[in-house]
């Protein structure tokens, strides 16, 4: 009876603790999992929790038939180095056919039926592996990998899934993203990784590494990431920047309206009621041409706000050389821009101010006596100066409807 119990906790044990073996062609990998796409990520080294940007790494995945192409390209930042590997998988099963490898320490190219009939996936690939397998919570696997660079007589060693957790990933231009945390051990470097892996997209977002007892990470910079539907002119938009006889004068000021302010508990005489506050001389004013490309970049920022631990979308760098700024040229708060052609143009300001006004305030009494004779009191009054910061925003559009035209504004606040 023991022995029966004993050979019956051992079966439960192996069947909630063995590692599922994936080998190349296995049912349970979804190949359609894997994109083709390009992708860079930063490569850093993680000091005392700082992040410090050591490298670039680039990686392309694409097809040719029955074979599946993936190169990658590793870029060291502070060198000339590169590390270049071109790998040919079989699209089917992800099984490696060749490999060429460039490094300034070493360079090989290997077809890998020639050096061992094994089946197994490249060490550089796995990650697809990782991609394609049925993740949920508390997964296992092992994965035989080749690893050239290893010691190992055949160079065939396991990389181990030890965990797959749920977790978010916060893209500052995409949002939040759920997330497996795929947990691996590679034996033949020791290196410990932890892969964060969207559920539906099965992007790889980022990735931490422990390696002898160094930390590094990699994270997707999201180049691939472009919301826009309308296609940036740079030619055309520099030609309304450039190409005309118009000129947008401008003044900007902000007028005090005492907003926030509670004057109701004792008599006051404001003396300086909406002084105008110019903006400084110095003071960035901005252009850019409201085209319909620049007004949908506006509108997805709008949404972009709403998107919890997002950040601003950047525009191009092209479109970025389309927009122009001046500078308030005297005190007045005034600005200008030219050489514009008809079209509609977006101008807006943000600046500083320092708001003082007065007020007259009861401060006492005093009787009032004439010939010894008490004639009445009087209101004794002191006049006392404030200030408080404010910062002034402000937008405008503006039309041009004819070359040559001379448009003024004003950018104010009442």
Same mark, same amino acid.
């Given at each position: ?14 069947? =909630?603790? @063995? ?18 796409? %390009? ?30 192409? /993936? ?13 270049? #590997? ?26 890998? @039926? ?6 197994? /996936? ?29 010691? %190992? ?25 759920? +997330?497996?945390? +795929? ?25 931490? +590494? ?17 919301? /826009? ?23 900007? /000021? ?37 085209? #319909? ?25 092209? @479109? ?12 007045? =708060?005034?600005? #200008? ?37 008490? @004639? ?39």
């Amino acid at each position: 009876m023991k022995k029966f119990v004993f050979f019956y906790l051992l079966v439960l044990f192996e069947l =909630g603790f @063995a590692q599922t073996k994936i080998l190349p062609g296995d049912k349970s990998l979804n190949i359609n999992l894997i994109k083709i796409w %390009n992708s860079t990520m930063g490569y850093y080294f993680v000091k005392d929790g700082n992040p410090i940007e050591i490298c670039t790494y680039q990686t392309e995945v694409g097809t040719n038939n029955d074979q599946l192409i /993936f190169n990658s390209n590793l870029i060291f930042l502070k060198s000339d180095k590169q590390w270049k #590997e071109h790998i040919i998988l079989d699209k089917n099963t992800l099984k490696p056919i060749s490999r060429k490898s460039e490094r300034e320490t070493r360079t090989f190219d290997i077809k890998y @039926a020639n050096i061992n009939k094994g089946d197994y /996936f490249d060490i550089a690939t796995y990650p697809l592996v990782l991609c394609a397998l049925p993740l949920n919570s508390g997964y296992k696997a092992t994965i035989p990998v080749i690893d050239y660079d290893s010691a %190992n007589k055949d160079k065939i060693q396991n990389v181990n899934v030890t965990d797959v957790k749920s977790n978010v990933y916060n893209s500052e231009l995409t949002g939040e993203h759920q +997330v497996w945390k +795929v947990s691996v051990k590679e034996e033949s470097t020791g290196n410990l990784y932890d892969y964060f892996i969207d559920k539906v997209s099965r992007k790889i977002y980022k990735i931490t +590494v422990s390696s002898n007892g160094n930390n590094l990470m990699l994270v997707d910079r999201e180049t691939d990431f472009n919301p /826009f539907k309308n296609t940036f002119d740079k030619e055309a938009t520099l030609k309304m920047l450039t190409k005309g006889n118009s000129v947008i004068l401008g003044e900007a /000021f902000a007028k005090d309206d005492r907003s926030g302010r509670d004057d109701s508990k004792i008599r006051i005489d404001i003396l300086n009621v909406n002084k105008k506050q110019f903006a400084p001389k110095g003071t960035k004013v901005t252009l850019l041409p409201y085209t #319909e490309y620049f007004k949908e970049w506006m509108e997805l920022n709008k949404k972009q706000a709403k998107i919890k631990g997002a950040k601003p979308i950047p525009l191009s760098k092209e @479109a970025q050389s389309c927009v122009l700024t001046t500078q308030i040229y005297d005190d007045k =708060g005034n600005f #200008e821009f030219t050489n514009l052609t008809e079209g509609e143009y977006f101008v807006f300001i943000s600046f500083g101010y320092t708001d003082t006004f007065s007020r007259r305030e009861i401060t006492g009494t005093s009787d009032v006596y004439i010939n010894g004779n008490y @004639a009445g009191t009087q209101l004794n009054t002191d006049v006392f100066t404030y200030a408080q910061a404010g910062n002034a925003n402000f937008q405008k559009v503006v039309t041009i409807k004819s070359n040559g035209e001379t448009v003024k504004i004003k950018l104010k606040r009442w």
